[in-house]
């Protein structure tokens, strides 16, 4: 059954904003699309929260533009970005067929993590050594943009039933509690918010792996939105990520040590990365 997406209104435009920004032209509100990516983006009964919600926040404070949150299962949200019923999204991986419809605006890094029970954890230094020098069975979600060489590895464990594909990290770790799995595939944004939820802390060993390097995460904004307002967006970007916020609301959300291993060596690519419009 489909159920239109719950909307939420982040916040109303700041009251002095559109005479002091008038000359820019106007910023109405923007219809973002948000799905179920662990503390980057979760649900708290009608309510959308987590780091990509705080760093829109950051952004409307500082451009005086207000997005609407609109929440969407992960697989349907980019077919509703691509059809122009969005006007941006939440936090993206870059890919060539996403560039051409949206503006990408990096604001953080992330990788993938090999998240395994205890009992199935080794120590693994890519994907490939995991589907050569183990049995255990991971569960990963649609819609998620893997490398190409961690696509590569996916295929070899799916055709050795290894690997199952499923809506979404609730319903992974639903199935890793009731046996039907070992593992999965996650940045530790994502993967913490659910251990903590389903009481696996401690439980489970997290492990970079080598067809999974650092990259840049941000949000697309669609071809759509007016030059003016894009611009407006990537100079509040740039505040909150060169002032040190991002990293602020990241600790928030994951502690200080992951925070600093996910920053680790500053912001200057990111910086860097941000378009001039």
Not at 60 to 88: I, K, M, T, V
Not at 126 to 132: A, H, K, R
Not at 232 to 245: I, M, N, P, S
Not at 252 to 259: A, D, H, V
């Amino acid at each position: 059954m489909f159920h239109r997406p719950r909307t939420v209104l982040l916040c109303l435009l700041l009251s002095a904003a559109p005479a002091a920004r008038a000359a820019d032209g106007d910023c109405a509100p923007a219809r973002t699309g948000l799905s179920d990516l662990g503390y980057t983006s979760y649900r708290d009964g009608a309510a959308i929260r987590g780091i990509t919600a705080d760093v829109l926040e950051e952004v409307r404070q500082r451009s005086g533009c207000a997005f609407l949150l609109e929440w969407y299962p992960h697989g349907r949200l980019y077919a509703q970005f691509f059809n122009g019923q969005l006007d941006l999204t939440g936090a993206s991986l870059r890919t060539a067929e996403r560039d051409r419809h949206g503006l990408w605006l990096p604001y953080a890094y992330t990788h993938f993590e090999l998240l395994l029970l205890n009992k199935n954890a080794g120590k693994f230094h890519s994907l490939e050594d995991f589907v050569e020098h183990s049995t255990a069975r991971l569960n990963v979600t649609r819609g998620i943009f893997y490398s190409a060489a961690t696509m590569a590895q996916m295929d070899r464990l799916q055709k050795l039933g290894r690997l199952e594909y499923v809506s979404d990290y609730g319903v992974v770790f639903r199935k890793i509690l009731a046996g039907r799995a070992e593992g999965t595939l996650a940045p530790p944004a994502i993967h913490v918010l659910h251990q903590r939820r389903f009481h696996m802390l401690g439980k489970m060993s997290a492990t970079p792996f080598a067809e999974s390097p650092r990259a840049l995460v941000g949000v697309y904004v669609s071809n759509r939105v007016a030059a003016p307002v894009r611009r407006r967006y990537v100079e509040a970007l740039l505040a909150v990520v060169g002032d040190g916020t991002v990293q602020k609301i990241y600790e928030r959300y994951l502690g200080e040590e992951i925070t600093r291993q996910i920053f680790s060596g500053g912001v200057r690519d990111i910086l860097d990365a941000l378009p001039d419009s």
